[in-house]
Each structure stands twice: as structure tokens, then as C-alpha cells.
């Protein structure tokens, strides 16, 4: 049985993955959400991290630069996940030109104010960790 | 000077690009649509192209995944491009299993009837092509 | 001629609903936008509550649920009137739990972000109101 | 009173003005709707056109490609409407290629794809009206 | 432990409820995209029924209504799964008004044309189940 | 050749027209992005002045006017280029209540919350500049 397929372990695997990237997210998500939604915190961690970003076939700078993508394209609204999501890319090795570039090309598909918001959003995490453009 | 900047080349890298990766697009183009939009052939050229895919500091193969991401995070509103986009990520050397991960990602972004949608569109092309998935 | 294709009544109708749930909005609106949109205000009570939130068909508690899940997977940008929804929903007998619910549901259709920040913002309302989650 | 805020006359207003730009439409959306929604097509006439359409302060051909524009950025999953105030800005005067300027604007603010599934959504009116790029 | 906390057991919970909503859905899912993304039917059977449906709080018709709210307030891209969605409310005894007064509310939401759009969509569905509207 | 084909004076003319609009932008622009992203300020007057809003065919009143159609019906995301738009609109001589017009028309395309945001965006735009309404 592929891991993908493993219906079991991808909590596990999840786990692993959530807390090398984000130590204490699960808890933190727990404490906040779970009274109201029970069972939201390992939904995210068995789910997101588990049953998607866990997944073999792509490196994980190739997908973290993928939902960079996609979330700058589907506009500002999603502005504190991007920049989780560009933090979490430094971190495994993108470099802020190849983020700022993503970004940049972005323009194309979702327009300048989305490109323009987004790479505002980037160098906010750019200042936030000292990375020099 | 750096090729981003230079506002005169942008075409001629452009031009280079679009034909590589699709002969005769600007003719196409033209015909269809330069009467009622004077210059919209080669505007698609110089900015798509020119601009923003010939630019330096991330592969073509990323950049394509990237807009694959973009377009179904997006939804089926664009699934003319997300073809066209697939077909080039073929091109370049990406695989049917790399383009299919990241719109399945998408999943976590886009919801899952944009990630469905755009895996349809996604075997489509691979069927066209005779790309075994 | 029923309630919904009385074109004359529909702002009496919507008038008594919006001060029952909302007493005093039509004046707001009128205070702050009329000068610039002659009439703003009383569409907005004809309109929205006249002739869509006062009809029959479908309880008022389902209404303002069903619109929840739409603001939520729309994304950030509707937040404040997301806010408001979560409490009309509130004051018509929705529990915290239904409308929180029903937002995490919307992860299927618009994504972990849009979940996510609808339901911080229906945190904050819980938290304004007092009401135990 | 001014004719935005009288409740009670937009439904003339825009029953005027719906048969003079389109013709038995709200007979042909009675036939259609009315027995699953009660009054959806005499909330149309009195709510789109009568409450907006037919508003003072700015001309129609105005209002027109601004609705053309605004369909465009959101995307092709409006396209029936995009065709339908296509043609009704040709009746008001507008000429194909300021229609076409007006979508090709649009790529800065909806993107590439938008702006060619609007443009193609244009030309088939064209094509229909026998109107000459 | 709460069922919705219990990452091992919604698999089978969400498979009970796809069987009995949608007869073969998984095995369809299967052999459509399971080679190209391993462990997609599996994941959808999961994550969507068995993580997101199969919760408690909420009744399976109002959960049912929401998603048709966001669907239409989404727009058309959603189409196939919108009319999934409109079956699977009919199934669970949701009636025509109640579907098609849930779609017209979503005009406040997401302007006529993704009403019209949805409502269209909800038409096919009861003309090919032979609901009387 | 005309202007709208002729790639190198795209600049000049975006140059022109930037400096007229909004003095000194392009300077700004290479001082917070360049770094970055190589090129940034020069594509957006280019692109963006030179091959769209420097175009024959539409006046400028109404390419603003357009503009902030969509940028309404798209929603919150795009505030701060809303913002910019609308001041712009009334440099060319669009009044308070064309521009309040047109936003108000959108409620039909975006709905009300989209509408109402973009309200308050003009409201704070005609207060800073102290236009009365």
C-alpha cells in the first residue's frame, strides 16, 4: 500500500511533517479551535499535512512555490496563509528571489493588485527574518 | 542592463520563447484578434513572453507548475490556458504524475471541485498527447 | 398575489424584518451613504430584506446558514458582513457550534484559509456577544 | 422624491426600460422561473433595471461597459451575461472596438485568461449581429 | 474520543455514507484517477465524507443547502459538482422551492448572473429526475 | 505602425502618462521592488501604462471608470488599487457620484458586501481629498 493510500498512517506522517515546519501547530490549533469544532486540529494535520503535503512525486519547494502561486493569484484574501506559506518556502531552501519571481509571474494570471499585494506580503517575512533580497 | 529591464528586447526574447514553445502563436493571434485589438499579438509576445516567462532566477518547469497551480486554484473559468499550460509543462519535461500532485494539492486551496475540474482537463491533454499517466 | 411578487409591499415587508433583526440600520445607511447614492438605504431594505430574506420557503435560521457558507467560501473580503451574518444567525437561534459547523465544511469548497479565517471571525463575534463556544 | 428612492415606481421604470433594450423578456423569464421562484422575473425587471439600470448620474453606454468590464475580471463563469450586455452595449451605441478596448483592459486587473475568454465571448456577438470588427 | 476526532475510523464512516448518498463512488474514482494520483478516491472518500459530512452538529439537508449556497455564490466553475450537490439534497428530502429559494438568496451574494447560472443548473437536475418544480 | 504595436515606445508613452497621473511612481516602485524583482517599476509603466491605459479608443474618464467596476465586483482584495483608481478617476474629472454610480451598479454583479466595501473605499478617498459628496 502507497503511503498516499494508507488511510491510517497519513495522520502519522502528517504529525512528522507539521511539527518539523511548525513545531506546536497542532496544539495551538487545538487550544484555539477544537472546543468549537472538535477534532479540527488533527483534521488539518491528518489532512493538509498528511494527506497532501506528505505525498511523494514532488519536492516540497516545488509545492510550497505552487500554493505561493496560488494563493497570490486567488488575491489578498488569503494573506496571513501566504505568508505562512513563504516562510515555510525559505525554510526549505527557496530563495526570496525565486519567491519574488513566482510572485512577479503571477501578474499574467491574477493581475498587478493581487502580484503587487503578494509581494508585499513577502517582504513583510523578507524584514520579519532578516533575509536579505 | 539586465534582460527584465530592457524594455526594447523584451520582444525579441519573447518572440524566441512563444515560437520555441508554440510556432506560429503570434500569426494565430493576429489573425483572430488584431483588428478589433490593434497590437494585442504582440503585446501577448513581449509581456507574457518577453516579460515575464523569458525572465531569469526560476526554471520554466517551475514557472509552469506555478501557473498550473494558479489555474486551478482558480477554477474552470480557465481551462483553455490550464490546457495549454499542461501541454507546455509536458513540454519542458515535467510528467504526468508532477503536473497531476500539484493540482491535487490544489485541493487544499481551491476546494475540491476545482481540483476535480482541473484534473479532467489534465487527463485531456495526457489522452491527446498519448502520454501513458 | 403572494408576498414575493408584490413589488409595493416588499419595502414594507423588508422594513419591519431588518428593524426587528437590525433596528435602526435603514437610518444608518441613510446617514452615511444617501447624500452620495440617492436611495441607497431603502433599496438595501427593499431589496435584500424585502424581496429576498422575507420570503417564504425556507426558514430563516437555514437562510442565514446558507449565506454563512457563501461568505465563507467567497474568502476575507466579505468578513464584515460575514460578522454580521454569524450574529443575525446568533439572534435567530443558531448555535455556535451549527455556525461553526457549517464554516468548517466550507474547507471542501473554498480551501483551508477561507475556513480558517471565517472562523476566526465568527471567534471574534462569539467572543463580543459572550456566548460560550 | 427622487426616482432611486421610490419604492414604488422602479418596477415601471424598469419595465420600460427592460422591453425597450430587451423585448418580452420578463414574460419569457416568468415562463421560465416563476413557478420554481414566485416573482423572480418581476424582482428583475424591478430590481436590475429599475433600481440600477435605470438610475440617473451616469449614461447608459457608461454603465454598460462597466458592467462589460466587470464581467470580464470576474471571469469566464459569466459569460452568457457578458454576451447579453455585449449586445446591449452595441444598442446603446458603444462600437465593437471600444468594447474590445474596454476587455482588453482588463488583463491588467483579471488576468490573460479572462481577457481572451471575454474577448472570444465578444467576438461571437459580433459575429451574430453581423457587426464589423 | 469524538468520531471526529478519530482519524482512523472516518474512512470507514465516510465510506458507509458515499455508498449510501452515491452507490460506487469510490471504486468510479478509482479506476478514473487512481493511477495518475494514488490514493485519490480514497482520500476523497475520507476527507469529504467521512471528515466533513459524516459530522455531527449539523443535519445532512442544511450542510446540503450551504454547499449549494457556496457553490452558486462561487459561479458557474462549479457546475458539475453544483448539480451533484442539488441531487444529493433531493435525496435527503430537500424540495425544489426549498433548493431554488436557497440559489435565488445567493443573488445577494454573487449578483444575477451566478444565480441565473446555478438556477439553470438546479432546472436540469429536477427535469432529469422528474421533480415537478 | 501604431501606437499600440509599436513595443519600443511603449515606454515612453507609459513614462509620459505615469509622470502626468501619478509623479514620480515609477521612482517609488524601484525603490521598494527592484531589488527583488529586477525590472518591476519599468514593466509596470510599460506594460501597464504604456500598452493598456496609454491606448486609443476609450477616454481615460471612462478606462477609470471601468477599472473600478471590477475592481469592486473582484472584492476587498483589491482595496488599495481600488483606492488609487478612484483618485485617479476624479483627477480626469469623473465626479463623486459617477464613480459612487458605478460602484453601486456592481451590487447586480458582486453583491451587496462587495458594493458596501468598495463604497467605504470611495467614501475615504472623497474625504481625504476633501470632495464633497
Redesign the interface.
Known sequence: M?P?????N??ARGKALSEAVNPGMEDALRG?????????S???V???YG???A?D??DEK??L??????????????R??LKINIASALSVGAT???I???I???????????M??A?NA??EV?DEQGVA?
Chains 1, 2, 3, 4, 5, 6 share one sequence.
Open positions: 502507497s498516499a493510500t494508507d488511510h491510517i497519513t495522520y484555539r479551535y477544537d472546543a468549537l469544532v472538535p477534532g479540527l488533527e483534521t488539518i491528518d489532512v493538509a494527506k497532501f503535503y505525498r512525486g514532488v516545488t509545492r512555490l505552487a500554493t505561493i502561486a496560488a494563493l497570490t493569484a486567488l488575491g489578498g484574501q488569503t496571513p496563509q526570496p528571489q525565486e519574488s519571481e513566482i512577479f509571474q503571477m501578474t499574467l494570471y491574477g493581475g498587478f493588485p493581487a503587487i499585494n509581494l513577502a517582504i523578507f533580497a
